[in-house]
């Protein structure tokens, strides 16, 4: 049955199966991936294998953290704005140069920011507290020792863990791995996903719609959530709605492929091109109780790939990836935090769920007020409410009615 906000209302389905037994089930299809080497500048994104020991301390040697002049701070000590120090300047050093002699007492370095402190010198002054000279120079400030000084090994000690296998590698992490003069890391590979889609109601996106045709979008949605949870997506998007010719499309992906995600032809209707091809080749279909995203499939296609079959509807489709196979994902290509971020809120406004079902509402969580403001109605055709969230909200099983105020669980998005 359908309610008139296009929500089926899940009355005809007694046998469900739970969402944490079809997570569990489709995690354990997900084999973890081999470890690899890969350029530093091609790891964006993916999990660390290997923890990454530094081989060097960082900074690597004392510098100079401001453009000034290296110098003793006794020699200083009675410097002031209308009582200037006057220092013979003996050396220029720059950043990169590699034969700085030792300062002697009584002088002064014109050193820049990032140049190796000269031995003999315990501080910088500023460029700005100086009159800039060149053979000599005005110092118009006292330093405390240590002023102005980068110290060796303040940030990184040599033989320290970096980056901890299991990481996803950001690009801070892949600048601290260069910084520390690493140019391959050892990472899991990426799950190797294709993204299919059937429909014969299916156009490509810059093509004119015909009445009773709507613009393919599972497909892109789908294999680019793929790329941002660390996997590689390739794309067949218009698929026929021919069981030969889903084997046909199929066939040649097949020794290329970790985990197959399909979109629609799954529910109970004729032409259920998914369910008639997959059905009978290890792949599983069952109803599992959550809304939106009942219906479901996994298994493994001939004993080859995983597959993953979603349901349809733009927001069933999405929901269920975030539920079920971004999790796995993760998990299958090493990283460490797998599951989404969850927080508590407090809710705007009352909401309704079904009976028996996990409910995954779209929200809009205002960190600032820890609190979250539905976005639209549980509608599984309802895109551009999901496109407006910043989150979900997961109302539990036996929950039929959060009223306004009350808090619930929300699973943050990007
Ligand atoms: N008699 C029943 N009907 C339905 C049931 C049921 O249990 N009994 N379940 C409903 C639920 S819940 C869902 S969810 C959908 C799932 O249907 P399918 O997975 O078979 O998906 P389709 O029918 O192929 O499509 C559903 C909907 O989504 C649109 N769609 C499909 N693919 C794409 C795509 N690549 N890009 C954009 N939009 C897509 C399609 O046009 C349909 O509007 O079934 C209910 N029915
Ligand atoms: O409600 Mo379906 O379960 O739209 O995904």
Do not use: W
């Amino acid at each position: 049955m359908t309610d008139d906000r296009g929500v089926s209302n899940g009355t005809e389905t007694p046998d469900l199966t739970a969402v944490a037994d079809h997570q569990a089930r489709i995690a354990a299809l997900l084999t973890t991936t081999p470890v690899e080497s890969r350029p530093v500048a091609e790891c964006l994104g993916l999990a660390l294998a290997e923890d990454v020991v530094s081989p060097i301390p960082l900074p690597p040697f004392d510098n100079s953290a401001m453009d000034g002049y290296a110098l003793r701070s006794v020699d200083v000590a009675e410097a002031a704005e209308d009582q200037p120090v006057e220092l013979p300047v003996s050396e220029d050093v720059p950043a990169g140069r590699i034969d700085v002699p030792p300062l002697q007492p009584g002088t002064a370095h014109r050193i820049m920011t990032g140049a190796q402190m000269p031995s003999g010198a315990d501080a910088v002054v500023p460029v700005e507290r100086t009159d800039g000279g060149t053979e000599r120079v005005r110092v118009r400030a006292s330093a405390q020792p240590g002023a102005h000084v980068r110290r060796a090994g303040e940030d990184v000690t040599t033989g320290a863990t970096v980056i901890p296998a299991g990481a996803t590698l950001t690009p801070a992490r892949l600048g601290l791995a260069s910084a520390v003069g690493i140019e391959t890391l050892r990472v899991r590979r990426p799950v190797r996903v294709l993204v299919l889609s059937t429909g014969s109601e299916l156009v490509a996106p810059g093509s004119p719609l015909r009445p009773g045709q709507i613009y393919e979008s599972n497909g892109l949605m789908l294999a680019t959530a793929v790329r941002a949870a660390g996997g590689e997506a390739r794309l067949l998007r218009f698929v026929p709605d021919d069981v030969q010719a889903f084997h046909t499309a199929l066939a040649p992906h097949l020794d290329s492929t970790d985990l197959v995600l399909t979109s629609g032809g799954v529910s109970a209707g004729a032409y259920e091109v998914v369910k008639d091809a997959l059905r009978g080749n290890g792949i599983e279909f069952t109803k599992v109780a959550m809304q939106p995203g009942m219906p479901q499939g996994a298994g493994r296609y001939r004993g080859g790939p995983t597959v993953v079959t979603l349901p349809g509807n733009p927001v069933s489709a999405m929901v269920s990836f975030e539920v079920f196979v971004r999790p796995a994902l993760r998990g299958a290509s090493g990283h460490d935090d797998v599951r989404r971020p969850v927080r508590r809120a407090v809710l705007t406004e009352p909401l309704t769920a079904p009976r028996g079902k996990r409910q995954y509402r779209r929200g809009l969580f205002d960190p600032s007020t820890e609190s979250v403001t539905l976005q639209g109605g549980p509608g599984s055709h309802l895109l551009s409410a999901l496109a407006d969230a910043n989150c979900l909200l997961e109302i539990p099983e036996d929950t039929t009615e959060v009223p306004a105020g009350s808090t619930v669980d929300v699973m943050l998005l990007d």
